[in-house]
């Protein structure tokens, strides 16, 4: 079903729309750091969860170095390229390794830790094949019956195949607006949304920086979209504690006066600017 029209001419930057691929078999995941801490964003908000960053991006919000910024065309940039842009092949057995490590093992593969795969963007083509490798090669073996809880953090762009989609347990979308300086066609996806729509536990979140954000988010993904209201969440634009109060009242009122999910960002309260913890 269509629910918009106004990107439907648009079909330079689309994905070919097929359910089905051959997947070269994965043996690695291209890896920029992981991490054991606390989901502190979103519907999840307060579960122990392990951090999987993937490398590369489909898009570069901001630009490059912030570039789109400094010329005015964009209000912020990435947090996390210098992370995401760096990375190499990690052999899937090195990352169970690591939970071994921190203690984890069990509670991961019985999905008291959640595994949050996250970027850049983990849903570019290549790791659409390395993840559902690793979850494959995880059950293999493990001979015990495994209940992982995978959650993705996506930008809602790239339409997550069968074979991906299939595995996740949640999914965690947080589209671009207009002033993250990145062209219309490049941010929306109308397949890529309407796929993540279809899934049985979906959510998105939404940065609300200013009341004109909450505006631009109703006029071109809540309403063309028919997003229901008990699955848009907001949180404040912030990344350090200096503002973290006062963005996160506004954002609350701006919960108030809309009618939908008012959140924070829990790990800037907790841990400030610190990554990686
Ligand atoms: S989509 Fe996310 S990871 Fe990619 S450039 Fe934008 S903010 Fe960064």
């Known amino acids: 079903?269509?629910?918009?029209?106004?990107?439907?001419?648009?079909?330079?930057?689309?994905?070919?729309?097929?359910?089905?691929?051959?997947?070269?078999?994965?043996?690695?995941?291209?890896?920029?750091?992981?991490?054991?801490?606390?989901?502190?964003?979103?519907?999840?908000?307060?579960?122990?969860?392990?951090?999987?960053?993937?490398?590369?991006?489909?898009?570069?919000?901001?630009?490059?170095?912030?570039?789109?910024?400094?010329?005015?065309?964009?209000?912020?940039?990435?947090?996390?390229?210098?992370?995401?842009?760096?990375?190499?092949g990690v052999p899937f057995f090195k990352l169970k390794q690591k939970w071994e490590q921190e203690g984890i093992t069990d509670w991961v593969l019985n999905?008291?830790?959640?595994?949050?795969?996250?970027?850049?963007?983990?849903t570019i083509p290549k790791h659409q094949n390395s993840i559902p490798a690793f979850l494959d090669w995880l059950e293999k073996e493990e001979p015990r019956q495994l209940a992982i809880f995978n959650e993705i953090e996506t930008n809602g762009t790239m339409y997550i195949y069968d074979d991906l989609f299939n595995k996740l347990q949640q999914i965690n979308c947080s589209v671009k607006l207009a002033n993250s300086g990145m062209p219309e066609a490049r941010r929306i996806n109308?397949?890529?949304?309407?796929?993540?729509?279809?899934?049985?536990?979906?959510?998105?979140?939404?940065?609300?920086?200013?009341?004109?954000?909450?505006?631009?988010?109703?006029?071109?993904?809540?309403?063309?979209?028919?997003?229901?209201?008990?699955?848009?969440?907001?949180?404040?634009?912030?990344d350090s504690q200096k503002n973290y109060h006062e963005r996160t009242r506004f954002c609350l009122e701006m919960a108030k006066k809309y009618g939908y999910i008012g959140l924070s960002r829990l790990h800037v309260s907790a841990w400030d600017k610190l990554t990686g913890v």
């Open 111 to 122: 999905g008291r830790v959640h595994l949050i795969w996250t970027g850049g963007e983990p």
């Open 190 to 238: 109308p397949e890529a949304l309407e796929r993540i729509m279809s899934h049985d536990n979906y959510w998105f979140k939404f940065v609300v920086s200013t009341e004109e954000c909450l505006k631009e988010i109703e006029r071109d993904f809540i309403k063309p979209f028919n997003i229901p209201f008990d699955k848009v969440l907001m949180m404040p634009g912030l």
């Open 1 to 88: 079903m269509q629910k918009r029209n106004k990107f439907m001419e648009d079909t330079i930057t689309r994905p070919t729309l097929t359910t089905k691929r051959m997947r070269e078999v994965d043996t690695k995941l291209d890896l920029s750091e992981s991490f054991y801490s606390v989901q502190c964003e979103g519907a999840s908000t307060g579960y122990p969860a392990y951090f999987i960053r993937l490398k590369g991006c489909n898009l570069m919000c901001g630009g490059t170095g912030g570039k789109f910024m400094k010329e005015g065309k964009a209000t912020w940039w990435c947090d996390t390229e210098a992370v995401w842009k760096k990375g190499f």
